[in-house]
């Protein structure tokens, strides 16, 4: 391969660099700004996964490393909201091969329901973090990080953030390790329980190893980590991560800019160095003081950012009024056109309908959360993944008959997945006394985040047939009680004569409206007549006489 | 070389906005400058205001234009013009479909890159960069069809500069 420089996003050089890196596995769930990241990586030859969610993927991530395979994770930062759970106890064990997991997070919340900081999870989780703050350092950071992952036997956590993982800049690959780095080792099982068997007796002294690794880690970071010192005159010191020292250095030239690579376990010793040359030390961060309040804590004095600097992106123009202190207002850039439904999306009939049902509706995350939006304004809650079930729920449980009766919960099809089957189960297992009704709408593809596949489907990640899970056998199976399908074809009229019908009675129901999603729609169509014409002309089984 | 090129495209979502950043930004790469381009993404497919950054020069630190630091607005779409004119630095150019004559404007799919030929008469970037940049980021059987609409951009631009005596 040919190690000329390209023009990469973010996203593309972590997935360019996993390649190199020998990785054998990538699994994650889409979500803004990571989506690309695995979808490159299966252009380019690897193999990658989409799961039910982020979990899941990183569970089948952290059996593959056990195996002895590097492996991928990517996700968008809430995403590890819900992979948390194997996440802090995955530190405590010892990794046969390098497991790096990619959160990508959204300040300003581009495509995102919260701003939440992930840097907090690197010490929560007790897990390295590398922050890039460009493609050639998203694409070198990956390859280290498989090397510290494999070197210490723990996951690596990857930060990005929508800046990084969207902004093109120039890559020089370098195709592989530099000399002297960990071999990509060979799968294969080898039994250690004491270091993969988390029950108290194993994970108390997994705790106490834990923490001298990361000990370890801290003293190879300021001795050799990836941090950078540009020079300049001592009356201004900087320490920056991620994007913010981009937009350091063009707002303040003359400054001598630190910027961090390895962001946890900080190289306080490198800090403490740096600070010392310096008459006025500034720390420049997105969202949170994560960095601040570590800076401060060993010791050394340093000034922040003023408080309305936390919420949204930072830019050149903010740096440089964080850096002059100033607290006036900011400008309010003019407001641009919001996105809609498209015309001729399915959704829209369907939010016709609860708005004109009066319906108390408990939302949830996809396009279809635009239904908020007017000329509907038929959405009352949304919060997470899944969440619109167990709302709706709660809602039926507590409110007045007249008012409870009116509550439906609305999920897409690959929110369901990820997510809504465990609201079912709950519904089946706690029904309010009025019933409930939840609908999937079901437009085919994960289409918010770029038409991706999902269990539902049928179809991989790389859109070749698979197994398929099919919502109304499912909940059949589980005990709901009322389980119909609306689809494209179904007259008008049909829904709002069905849910009227439906919210009467006291008992669970599922409803799933069907029709694909109009970007989708001549893709779907594509993949099914490719997959047809394969079948078509796949060699006959041969049988034995 | 000295200056960095700050040039923003603007939008809406389904009308080649990123698509036509892409091809600058790859132009600019070609022509052996420093490059970042950024944007936003996500929310953008659904027919919102989308906007592009593309700097240039001998070396780029943000990735971001800041505000009132373009030199050239493209807007893809008029509604959008004044929502992105801040951008624009006091000597900048704003490029719109204004610029164009109907001939010009006949194949709405590849607007584009219609002005991108409108813009690149603003850049220092040899033809022959745009041509292999709309190569490789076009389809091949919209290669003919965009290298056309790219010199009717070009030419509309040279007309405004030099109007007829």
């Not at chain 1, 510290?148 to 956590?157: G, I």
């Not at chain 1, 990857?158 to 969207?166: A, D, P």
């Not at chain 2, 700097?55 to 943000?62: D, E, L, N, T, Y």
């Amino acid at each position: 391969m040919s190690d000329a420089p390209q023009l990469l996003s973010g996203d593309e050089a972590i997935a360019l660099a996993a390649l190199h890196a020998g990785v054998r596995l990538g699994t994650g769930y889409p979500g803004t700004p990571s989506t690309e990241i695995l979808e490159t990586f299966d252009r380019l030859g690897g193999r990658a996964q989409w799961s039910p969610n982020e979990k899941v993927a990183l569970e089948v991530g952290l059996g593959a490393a056990f195996g002895g395979a590097r492996t991928l994770v990517t996700m968008k930062h809430v995403g590890v909201n819900v992979a948390a759970d194997p996440l802090f106890t995955a530190a405590y064990t010892d990794l046969a091969a390098g497991l790096v997991l990619v959160s990508a997070d959204d300040p300003g919340m581009a495509s995102s329901q919260n701003e939440q900081d992930n840097r907090h999870y690197a010490r929560a989780a007790s897990v390295p973090m590398l922050e890039p703050m460009d493609s050639q350092e998203a694409y070198d950071f990956t390859l280290l990080a498989f090397e510290l992952s494999e070197r210490w036997h723990l996951p690596v956590l990857l930060r990005v953030t929508t800046r990084v993982c969207h902004a093109k800049t120039i890559v020089w690959p370098q195709n592989g390790f530099a000399a002297g780095s960990p071999v990509a080792p060979e799968p294969g099982f080898k039994r250690d329980i004491p270091a993969r068997v988390m029950i108290p007796a194993y994970a108390k002294p997994a705790h106490r190893r834990l923490r001298q690794k990361l000990a370890e880690i801290a003293a190879w970071n300021n001795a050799e980590g990836p941090n950078r010192v540009f020079a300049g005159g001592p009356q201004l010191g900087l320490i920056a991560t991620g994007i913010a020292a981009m937009h350091a250095r063009e707002a303040a030239p003359e400054a001598s800019l630190l910027t961090i690579g390895l962001t946890y376990p900080l190289p306080l010793e490198t800090i403490r160095a740096f600070a010392q040359g310096c008459e006025r030390l500034l720390v420049l961060e997105e969202g949170d003081p994560v960095l601040l309040d570590a800076v401060r804590a060993a010791g050394i004095p340093a000034e922040g950012k003023p408080e309305q600097y936390r919420f949204g992106e930072l830019n050149v123009a903010r740096v440089r009024r964080i850096l002059a202190g100033d607290q006036s207002a900011e400008p309010v850039p003019p407001k641009g056109k919001p996105p809609e439904l498209c015309q001729g999306c399915s959704h829209r009939g369907v939010f016709e309908v609860l708005r004109d049902l009066n319906c108390i509706v408990a939302g949830d995350i996809g396009c279809y959360t635009l239904g908020v939006l007017p000329p509907f304004q038929a959405m009352d809650t949304c919060v997470c993944m899944g969440a619109s079930i167990g709302v709706g729920l709660g809602l039926r449980h507590v409110l007045p008959e007249e008012e409870a009766r009116r509550v439906v919960s609305v999920i897409g099809d690959s929110t369901f997945v990820h997510s809504g089957i465990t609201g079912l189960a709950e519904m089946v297992y706690n029904p309010p006394a009025t019933g409930h009704v939840v609908m999937i709408l079901d437009n085919g593809t994960t289409a918010m985040t770029g038409q991706q596949e999902h269990p539902g489907t049928g179809r991989t990640l790389s859109h070749d047939p698979t197994g398929r899970i099919h919502f109304e056998d499912l909940a059949r199976a589980m005990g709901v009680q009322n389980v119909h399908l609306v689809d494209s074809q179904a007259p008008e009229g049909t829904l709002a004569a069905l849910l009227k019908d439906l919210l009467a009675r006291s008992e669970t129901s599922l409803v799933v409206t069907r029709q694909p999603c109009v970007l989708a729609a001549p893709k779907i169509r594509f993949y099914e007549k490719a997959a047809a014409d394969r079948s078509a002309t796949a060699p006959a089984p041969v049988v034995d006489d | 070389m000295s200056k960095v090129h700050n040039v923003v495209i603007a939008g809406l979502g389904g009308q080649g906005v990123i698509k036509a950043s892409d091809i600058l930004a790859d132009a600019a790469f070609r022509a052996g400058y420093d490059v970042k381009k950024s944007e936003l993404h996500g929310m953008s497919q659904r027919g919102g205001s989308v906007s592009s950054d593309v700097r240039f020069g001998p070396q780029v630190w943000s990735p971001m234009v800041p505000t009132g630091e373009a030199d050239v607005l493209v807007v893809l779409e008029e509604t959008q013009v004044e929502v992105n004119r801040a951008v624009l630095g006091p000597d900048g150019v704003l490029i719109s479909p204004d610029l164009l004559d109907a001939e010009a404007l006949k194949n709405k799919k590849s607007l584009n890159v219609t002005l991108l030929g409108a813009l690149s008469a603003q850049l220092p970037i040899a033809q022959e960069h745009w041509l292999a940049a709309i190569h490789a980021n076009l389809a091949p059987k919209l290669h003919k069809l965009n290298e056309q609409s790219f010199s009717l951009g070009r030419a509309a631009a040279a007309a405004r500069e030099t109007p007829a005596a």
